[in-house]
């Protein structure tokens, strides 16, 4: 689901709140995650998942493009772990058309 798409969602479920203001909710809810993170905070969001950072140390890369040797700077990046319940949710879901498939090509 893009941006977008959780906009258009959010204005169809709630005829009251005007695409616009969908997507300011949306751009205020995503800003206040960016900040938190850049701040070094967990997110956590109960039944959805959390957001942490992860720490990767330097390393020597290499180009694609050419092969050359490239140092890679150490750097944090935005991990995302699935809640449990998210989890259940989706693999019970994959369960049943995995098991859709199976009939149908049995």
């Known amino acids: 689901m893009t941006k977008s798409e959780l906009i258009s969602r959010l204005a169809e479920r709630f005829p009251q709140l005007l ?9 205020i809810i995503l800003d206040a995650m960016t900040k938190s993170l850049a701040k ?13 950072l992860n720490y990767r140390p330097s390393r020597i890369g290499r180009n ?3 092969g050359e040797k490239v140092h890679v700077p150490e750097k944090y990046v935005p ?3 699935a ?3 998210m989890r259940e949710l989706i693999n019970a879901n994959y369960k049943e058309r995995a098991g859709l498939y199976d009939q149908a090509a049995g």
């Open 19 to 27: 695409a616009k203001d969908a997507e300011l909710v949306v751009k």
């Open 40 to 52: 070094g905070e967990r997110i956590e969001i109960r039944g959805f998942g959390s957001f942490d």
């Open 64 to 66: 694609p493009k050419s």
């Open 79 to 81: 991990h995302f772990k």
């Open 83 to 85: 809640g449990k319940k």
